[in-house]
Structure formats: structure tokens, C-alpha cells
Nanobody, 124 residues
């Protein structure tokens, strides 16, 4: 059974940094695409970043240059380092996994496995 567990959420002031981690069990992350989506209050879920088979990285336009997706320091984990956070990035951040192909890497429907979500609140 696949399980994805996010950690590292919380509250931070605008302009500061926060790192999220996702621990995966039941899959080998090097064989999957692992991605992050977020959902702000009253908005649809938005693609943030993806790590394809632990090698290729993809980012949403609004986070390019500020967010970094990478393999975690612990086996079978991935991290999302978020720098220069903005108040509008207050959201629940979800770690997701799937056997996505590159053409659908930003497509929410490409991911079958979801974590429970981690709340991030950015204050001004």
C-alpha cells in the first residue's frame, strides 16, 4: 500500500524560507514522478513542482527560481525547498506520486497517490 507523508509545514513570515519533505512508502521514488500541488482557500489545486524519477525537475511558472525540488536526505523521500515565500502562497501543500509521463507531468490527473496535505501559512 502506497503512503505519502508530508512534514515541515507551518507558519512563516513573507520573504522567509520553509522546507517541506515527503516520505514515501510502498513505492520506490526513483521509478515514479513525485510532485507537489497546493490549494489555497477558495482556489483550485495548482501544480507547484515535480521530480521525475529522481532526476528531472519541473516547476510551475509562479515558483520558478524560488522553489527547489530534490531528493531528500533520507532514502525514499523528496524535499521542496521554498524561498522568498509570498502571502498568496498560503495553502495546503500536497505530495503526490504517479507513473506520469513527461508530457503530463503538470497534470493533476497523472497522479494516483496523494498525501494528507500540509498547511503552510505565510503572513505579511
Amino acid at each position: 500500500q502506497v503512503q505519502l507523508v508530508e512534514s515541515g509545514g507551518g507558519s512563516v513570515q513573507a520573504g522567509r524560507s520553509l522546507r517541506l519533505s515527503c516520505a514515501a512508502s510502498g513505492i520506490t521514488v526513483s521509478n515514479y514522478a513525485l510532485a507537489w500541488f497546493r490549494q489555497a482557500p477558495g482556489k483550485e489545486r495548482e501544480f507547484v513542482a515535480a521530480l521525475f524519477r529522481n532526476t528531472h525537475k519541473y516547476y510551475g511558472d509562479s515558483v520558478k527560481g524560488r522553489f527547489t525540488s530534490s531528493r531528500g536526505g533520507v532514502r525514499n523521500t523528496v524535499d521542496l525547498q521554498r524561498d522568498t515565500l509570498r502571502t498568496e502562497e498560503t495553502a495546503v501543500y500536497y505530495c503526490v506520486a504517479g507513473r506520469a509521463i513527461l508530457s503530463s507531468i503538470r497534470n493533476i490527473d497523472a497522479y494516483a497517490e496523494w498525501g494528507q496535505g500540509s498547511q503552510v501559512t505565510v503572513s505579511g
